[in-house]
């Protein structure tokens, strides 16, 4: 069996650009025992400050996960099985957003790509506190990963 060419590591550049353009990827959180929690989020970049942010619910096991312990790591798929971004870093997790409007929902909503924001935003601001939604900010220390040319 002949071997292909072997995967690429991506340059910073390539790594944002790939986080930037995924809106999907996989969460891992760190559980007690040591074990790995993965979980498919959806996610928005911002690659000035280098900040991974999350939408959540207070009562997710992530949460918990991040307070125990906030090292998480956020793995994107490129456009082949060989291709992916990971962005490593220390997580930390917002208050909940309690009165439409304040500060963690106006950072949920902006997190939205502005072609996809809800029409009514002050009943999307309510809704947000009806779940008690709050934000995980994933601060990226290590981007590192790959792609197959060819």
């Known amino acids: 069996m002949t071997q292909g060419p072997a995967p690429r590591p991506l340059s910073d550049e390539?790594?944002?650009?790939?986080?930037?353009?995924?809106?999907?990827?996989?969460?891992a959180t760190v559980k007690r025992s040591g074990h790995p929690h993965l979980t498919t989020m959806l996610y928005s970049w911002d690659p000035e400050a280098r900040i991974v942010r999350?939408?959540?619910?207070?009562?997710?096991?992530?949460v918990r996960h991040l307070r125990h312990n906030p090292r998480a790591a956020l793995h994107v798929q490129g456009g082949d099985v060989w291709s992916f971004a990971a962005a490593d870093g220390e997580a930390e997790v917002s208050e909940i957003t309690t009165v439409p409007g304040d500060a963690v929902g106006r950072e949920l909503l902006a997190m939205i790509p502005e072609d996809a924001r809800p029409e009514d935003g002050d009943a999307f601001l309510e809704q947000l506190v009806a779940e008690r939604r709050m934000v995980i900010r994933l601060k990226?220390?290590?981007?590192?990963?790959?792609?197959?040319?060819?």
Do not use: E, H, N
């Open 14 to 27: 390539a790594l944002s650009d790939l986080l930037g353009k995924q809106r999907f990827g996989t969460l």
């Open 54 to 62: 999350f939408s959540t619910t207070a009562d997710r096991i992530k």
């Open 140 to 150: 990226v220390d290590r981007l590192y990963g790959t792609a197959l040319d060819g």
